[in-house]
């Protein structure tokens, strides 16, 4: 064998060596002195909406989001997310041996916008059950003296268009108060969300939520059985979804609930054992969210009631004078509104990009409770 062969298998087994060695450790893996052995380190994947937010791990800027940030020793890290005119977030992220750690952030402004979506007054606001629509009643009296206006409006919302009232996007009045007056009637949206009941005194009128009702319906002979058909035909919806559970204990836990509440993605639910009643204390408690992909449950914090965010991450706390948003494992609860609003009224944007309130200011002009927007971007 000649001395020019072995060096060169010489020098291809060194190449080899430090190419595998430099893809090791471009892997993650480090000697351990206290270990004595070989470990691996881990990745954390952070993004944030929206993005170039500042990020600290145990108290050190490290960099920016969107980014990945690798090598890390497997523990539990402490990160903290920055960016000036948004609510700071923090949570402990465990770096586990291998694998990448997704971090996924929604950061809310730290003075969000206010403003009003109607100028009329309304009264009842009444959200469809699939929280696509919106019904509410522009009593007759404070119709800025056109009794036309007066009378139940429908807000169609249109899921990623502005809030503004565009042409497609602009509530529509279905029934005028002009021989029957609506002023005080109560709202109810059937299970399909295509049709709305209105209740004055003894008398139940069914409108279609999408065209004018010029001859409203008295259905009070027949409420019962209308009334039994809209319940059975959430039952049933809410049965499917509980029968697609393939964890018996979780599948019986939301069987079993009083208090039950489906994320719009269907991949996890909110749950209480026991109903929850106007007669109960001010806040309610012992609410849970189960992770049904993670197999996991999370306590949430007292509220007086909880509505999920579209986006399926979040949900909205509604207390007195008060509004937050935490993440569904109960954590970086955010304080969103702090103020009057009425009813205790609160529902999200379809693309989670805004709240609307019932509130109205102490002046002349705006002493009638609105709709107002309160923008989540």
């Known amino acids: 064998m000649s001395k020019r062969f072995i060096i060169t298998i010489s020098t291809l087994a060194v190449i080899g060596i430090v190419a595998g060695l430099a893809i090791f450790l471009a892997r993650g893996y480090r000697f351990s002195p206290g270990e004595k052995r070989i470990v691996g380190t881990g990745i954390i994947n952070i993004s944030s909406e929206p993005d170039a937010a500042s990020v600290f791990i145990d108290g050190h800027l490290t960099t920016a989001t969107n980014a990945t940030v690798a090598s890390l020793t497997p523990k539990t890290y402490s990160v903290r997310v920055i960016k000036e005119g948004f609510i700071p977030w923090e949570k402990s992220i465990n770096v586990k041996e291998g694998l990448v750690t997704e971090v996924k952030i929604t950061l809310f402004p730290a003075i969000p916008t206010i403003y009003p979506l109607t100028f009329s007054g309304i009264k009842n606001p009444t959200l469809s059950a699939d929280s696509s629509k919106l019904a509410f009643i522009v009593p007759r009296s404070s119709a800025a003296g056109d009794n036309k206006k007066g009378g139940i409006w ?88 509980i029968k697609n559970i393939k964890d018996i204990s979780l599948r019986k836990t939301a069987s079993d609930s009083a208090f039950l509440r489906w994320s719009p993605d269907e991949t996890k639910f909110m749950a209480r054992e026991k109903p929850i009643s106007g007669q109960e204390k001010e806040l309610i408690g ?92």
């Open 154 to 241: 429908v807000w169609t919302m249109i899921k990623n268009q502005p809030i503004a009232f565009a042409r497609s996007s602009e509530p529509h009045q279905i029934i005028t108060s002009l021989s029957i007056d609506f002023s005080n009637a109560t709202l109810r949206w059937s299970s399909d969300s295509k049709q709305i009941m209105a209740t004055i005194s003894n008398n139940n009128y069914l409108l279609n939520a999408d065209t004018t009702n010029s001859d409203p319906r008295d259905i009070t002979p027949i409420l019962s059985a209308t009334l039994n058909d809209w319940e059975e035909s959430t039952r049933a919806s809410d049965a499917l979804l």
């Open 286 to 377: 012992d609410v849970k969210v189960y992770d049904l992909e993670g197999n996991i449950q999370y306590v949430l914090p007292e509220a007086k009631s909880f509505m999920w965010l579209p986006n399926s991450t979040h949900i909205i706390l509604v207390e007195k004078d008060t509004i937050s948003l935490v993440e569904f494992d109960g954590k970086n609860r955010s304080v969103i509104y702090a103020g009057n609003f009425e009813d205790n009224f609160v529902f999200p944007w379809p693309d989670s990009s805004k709240l609307v309130i019932v509130s109205s200011s102490p002046t002349p002009t705006a002493s009638e409770p609105n709709l107002y927007g309160i923008n989540l971007r």
